[in-house]
Structure formats: C-alpha cells, structure tokens
C-alpha cells in the first residue's frame, strides 16, 4: 500500500472509530454561540507536502476556530515587529487556566505566553497599532484567506457578538495590562479585534491548508512561496508543543508528540515537521478547555503513522 492509501485508510478508521465515542466531554456554554454546537460532529483532516488530502467526518462544516487564530495573529506580529514582540508578551508555558488573571499580577501586566488569552490580546494590541480595527480585522482575515488558498473564509458575527457580550474576563485582562502599559491602543479597539479573528469560521480542510507553512520550513510546499523564515517556523511550533493547550499542554505533548493548537471551539491544528499539516474537529472539551476526542484521535493518528517527533 502507497503511503498516501496507508494515510488515508488510517484517517477514514480513526473518524469511523471517533464516531462511535460517547465519551464525547462538554461544548464550551460559556460563549452562548458555541454552546449551540452539535456535540456529535467530528473531522479530521491531514494534508502533506504533494496536497495529498486525507479526509474523514465532517471534514467540509465550518467551526469556530477560536484560540487556534492565536497561531496566526503571532506570525503576523513577529512579521510586523520582529523580536520587540517579545517585549509584550513572554515564551514560557502558564500553568493555569487560559483566562486566568493572577498571574498577571505577579508578573507586571506581561502575560507569560501568546496564547493564553491575555498573552493573545498583547499580540492583537500589536498588530492593531497604526490601523483602525476594521483594517486590523481585515488583515488577519486576509491572511488566512491567503494561506488556506481560500477566499470564502469569513467571520462568524453571531459568535464575535456573543463573546463581546460575555467576555468580561478578557476585558479585565485587557485593562490590567493596559495599567502596566502592555496594552496601547484604547482596550475596546483590542478586544473588538480580538473577538473577530477568534470568531473566524474555518472547516478542518481549510486549516489543515493554512498550517501547511508551519509543517514545512515557513514554506508552502505547494507554491515555494516563504510565509515566514525556517527559523521562525520551528520557534512557533516551539511555542505550540509547550503552550499551545493551556494548562493541559504537558498531557498533549505526552500523548501526541506534535506541536499544537487548540481552541475552545474543538477544533486542535497539529504539526508534524516535515511530514503533514493536521486539523481535528470535536466541539465536546475536556476540563482544560480543549477538545477531547480531538486529542484521542491525534494520540491514535500519531501512533500508527509514527509521527510523533519524539521518535516511534
């Protein structure tokens, strides 16, 4: 059997095995929008550097992408400043919760990391700097369209509202760090930024799509185009294997063996370097927020691919 028919055949198993769970964890009701999803759905989809696509499940039903846009926001940021990005937001794993704000306090208004919704808003502070929100907005949404080769990705508004509504924790998070400073821009204009391109609807072929540079040395193996430099691929996948599933990126990391990125939607987009770009879908979390049968069936694709960069 060719690699591509051995990947395939393993994909198709893994959706055919997931659908069958009924241990599927609980759909994230804190967003109202999100707390209306199917906890039933399930995709996976693989894409390697010739555009091979496995598929399985719903592979083509758009989802909300959530914090998994955070990968996307931080490559945009270090190509607008470089390093100095750094001086807004650190590199080291949390350890509590995505939204939590004790930390915060300890460490002057510097959130430890860019994913964890606070390190995420000084990411958007950043990229917002110098433009409106509607053209910061329209940026990061042109940017995924570009990646992913798609130009009908678009805004869930239902879902960006939702979060506004209820995202109070993400607002106390954004006025602290704007008291120390590490917030620039009027903290309204932030938020409203960052509740859109988390609110981005995107179906698992389309993000395995846009990974692709990740997987491939800042390239798009398709095109040879260079999205970002080799080096700066490997320290975004650096920062997606130890921070990229919150307070449960240790257990990913010994489960799967991949850099990732989950976000509170279920959907996780996973890297295995030089091998494939990888996006799951199952809106049902576990108890640190991110999807549950999502990483069953990375921990199972892994295994029986060999893909884990720990070695087989």
Known sequence: MSHTAHLE??????????AQRTDRGEVASYIPELGNVDPGHFALVVTDAEGNVAAGGDADVPFSIQSISKVFTLTLALGM?????????????????F????????????PRNPFINAGAIAVTDVILSGHQPREAIGEILRFMRFLAGDPSIVIDEKVAASEKRTGFRNTALANYMKSFGVVENPVDFTLGVY????AI?????????AGRFLAYSGKNPSTGLSVVSAERARRINALMLTCGHYDGSGEFAYRVGLPGKSGVGGGIMAIAPGKASIAVWAPGLD??????????????????????????
């Open 99 to 110: 939204n939590s704000i004790v930390q915060l306090e300890r460490e002057r208004g510097v």
């Open 9 to 18: 055949t393993v994909v198709r198993e893994i959706a055919e095995e997931m």
């Open 195 to 198: 509740f859109h391109h988390c």
């Open 81 to 97: 400043v470089g390093d100095r990005l750094w001086r807004h937001v650190g590199r080291e794993p949390s350890g509590n919760a």
């Open 201 to 209: 609807a995107m179906t698992c072929r389309q993000l395995a799509t």
């Open 287 to 312: 108890k640190a927020g991110n999807s549950h049968l999502g990483r069953i069936a990375l921990e199972a694709l892994t295994k029986r691919m060999g893909w884990s960069i720990f070695g087989v």
